[in-house]
């Protein structure tokens, strides 16, 4: 199931580029393993994907462990301060920095470990109540700050866009996270790229790679529907 479900996706991912003039290589398929069990993880990993998502630190650390080493694990949910230390050394990048005192942690476990960390902002493109990261207004101001941090290098900007069945509803939102690291790459801050924009997940990836996204983070339309009542 989940090679099928692999095909469609990147079927997908190749229309969408196709019908935005992009190359197939500027996007990065993330397969949203959160919940799922190892032995999907791994059919997907034998059909060449090497980026998984997971928003648990706790599970990544479960993961981790068993699996590949030359995957490359993505924290896309909300990061807690006293857990940064669980995952600084295993993921490659993390999704979810919406405030400077995460990023001081972020930075503090990074330099203890001694490694640099890659990571997106997070942007409530939306502003939605219910999801956290930045304010479009405030952002740049957070990254200027978090962009003197030596152990943290910031790659570009996140947003998770409001649930909908109707995809066209959430391509504002995408365009403006666009045009908001346009604007900022604009600035030329020390030690900030643009390079990475993480949006687009199973109900809305294909409008958001239209709009400029560089990594899908898609899980239902890989690996199925979730089941969270099952411990
Ligand atoms: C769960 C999750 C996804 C994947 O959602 P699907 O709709 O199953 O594709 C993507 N991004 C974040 C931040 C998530 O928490």
């Given at each position: 199931?989940?090679?099928?479900?692999?095909?469609?996706?990147?079927?997908?991912?190749?229309?969408?580029?196709?019908?935005?003039?992009?190359?197939?290589?500027?996007?990065?398929?993330?397969?949203v393993?959160?919940?799922?069990?190892?032995?999907?993880?791994?059919?997907?990993?034998?059909?060449?994907?090497?980026?998984?998502?997971?928003?648990?630190?706790q599970?990544?650390?479960?993961?981790?462990?068993?699996?590949?080493?030359?995957i490359?694990?993505?924290?896309?949910?909300?990061?807690?301060?006293?857990?940064?230390?669980?995952?600084?050394?295993?993921?490659a990048?993390?999704?979810?920095?919406?405030?400077?005192?995460?990023?001081?942690?972020?930075?503090?476990?990074?330099?203890?470990?001694?490694v640099?960390?890659?990571?997106?902002?997070?942007?409530?493109?939306?502003?939605?109540?219910?999801?956290?990261?930045?304010?479009?207004?405030?952002?740049?101001?957070?990254?200027?700050?978090?962009?003197?941090?030596?152990?943290?290098?910031?790659?570009?900007?996140?947003?998770?866009?409001?649930?909908?069945?109707?995809?066209?509803?959430n391509?504002?939102?995408?365009?403006?996270?666009?045009?908001?690291?346009?604007?900022?790459?604009?600035?030329?801050?020390?030690?900030v790229?643009?390079?990475?924009?993480?949006?687009?997940?199973?109900?809305?990836?294909?409008?958001?790679?239209?709009?400029?996204?560089?990594?899908?983070?898609?899980?239902?339309?890989?690996?199925?529907?979730?089941?969270?009542?099952?411990?």
């Amino acid at each position: 199931m989940v090679k099928e479900n692999l095909q469609l996706v990147e079927q997908n991912i190749i229309s969408a580029c196709e019908k935005s003039g992009r190359d197939r290589s500027e996007v990065t398929l993330i397969a949203v393993s959160k919940t799922k069990p190892v032995s999907l993880i791994e059919e997907a990993y034998d059909c060449d994907i090497r980026d998984f998502g997971e928003n648990k630190v706790q599970e990544i650390n479960e993961k981790y462990p068993v699996m590949n080493k030359d995957i490359r694990w993505h924290l896309i949910g909300h990061l807690q301060r006293n857990k940064v230390k669980y995952i600084i050394d295993k993921v490659a990048l993390i999704h979810s920095v919406d405030s400077v005192r995460l990023a001081e942690q972020i930075q503090h476990e990074a330099e203890k470990a001694n490694v640099i960390m890659d990571i997106l902002v997070q942007v409530n493109v939306a502003n939605e109540d219910t999801k956290f990261g930045l304010k479009p207004e405030e952002t740049e101001d957070v990254i200027r700050t978090i962009s003197k941090f030596p152990n943290i290098r910031i790659k570009g900007l996140m947003t998770i866009a409001p649930f909908t069945d109707n995809p066209e509803d959430n391509r504002p939102y995408f365009k403006n996270l666009k045009q908001l690291a346009v604007d900022i790459e604009e600035k030329n801050i020390d030690n900030v790229t643009m390079d990475c924009l993480s949006m687009g997940m199973t109900g809305d990836y294909q409008v958001a790679i239209e709009e400029g996204s560089t990594m899908v983070r898609v899980g239902t339309g890989i690996f199925g529907e979730r089941n969270y009542n099952k411990n």
